[in-house]
């Protein structure tokens, strides 16, 4: 039997299984798989709990195992299959959703676009840091913020610090968490 189980961020119980051939009837566990969406750095995860009755979980297009979870799953679908301590395997079709970013955050992109892609974007970027992903942002938040609103230690953009507006709004993301979904 195939489960399908579609979700953003949410726990699911699954309540019936496959057989395997030549097995005994599958006694099946009470499960929940608990999906977390991908924040744009290959951020997202699936946990089975409990992971007592959890033999492993297995992704084949990414070749990834694990008892009971799996981590830096990106966005996308994919075929689970989880197999139990008795030997039954469920084959289970998840998505992995993106979060929705936040208006902080959309607007610190935007920013972050007109400011600093001239130099920290495209196939080589200054000092390795492409401000044109989003994953980058979120990782170079103290960064962003040293140099942006302290100009410490030079200021930035070079030709000196960003209108008074652009930084208020990079400050308020940061005081709410400096996340994609700020």
């Known amino acids: 039997m195939m489960l399908k189980i579609i979700a953003i961020s949410s726990v699911f119980f699954l309540f019936s299984c496959s057989e395997k051939e030549q097995s005994l009837p599958c006694k099946f566990p009470s499960l929940q798989i608990q999906i977390k969406s991908d924040t744009g750095c290959a951020s997202g995860s699936i946990e089975v709990t409990p992971s007592t009755s959890i033999s492993e979980l297995y992704i084949s297009e990414l070749n990834k195992r694990g008892a009971n979870k799996l981590n830096n799953l990106a966005a996308g679908s994919y075929r689970v299959k989880l197999s139990v301590k008795d030997g039954c395997v469920f084959d289970t079709l998840i998505n992995i959703g993106y979060v929705q970013y936040g208006p902080l955050?959309?607007?610190?992109?935007?920013?972050?676009?007109?400011?600093?892609?001239?130099?920290?974007?495209?196939?080589?970027?200054?000092?390795?840091?492409?401000?044109?992903?989003?994953?980058?942002?979120?990782?170079?938040?103290?960064?962003?913020?040293?140099?942006?609103?302290?100009?410490?230690p030079t200021p930035m953009p070079p030709l000196g610090l960003i209108s008074d507006r652009e930084r208020d709004v990079i400050q308020k993301w940061i005081h709410a968490g400096g996340k994609s979904s700020n």
């Open 105 to 152: 955050f959309k607007e610190v992109k935007e920013i972050m676009k007109k400011n600093c892609n001239s130099c920290h974007g495209g196939v080589n970027p200054h000092a390795g840091l492409d401000f044109s992903s989003s994953c980058q942002i979120v990782q170079q938040s103290e960064r962003i913020k040293q140099r942006s609103l302290m100009g410490n």
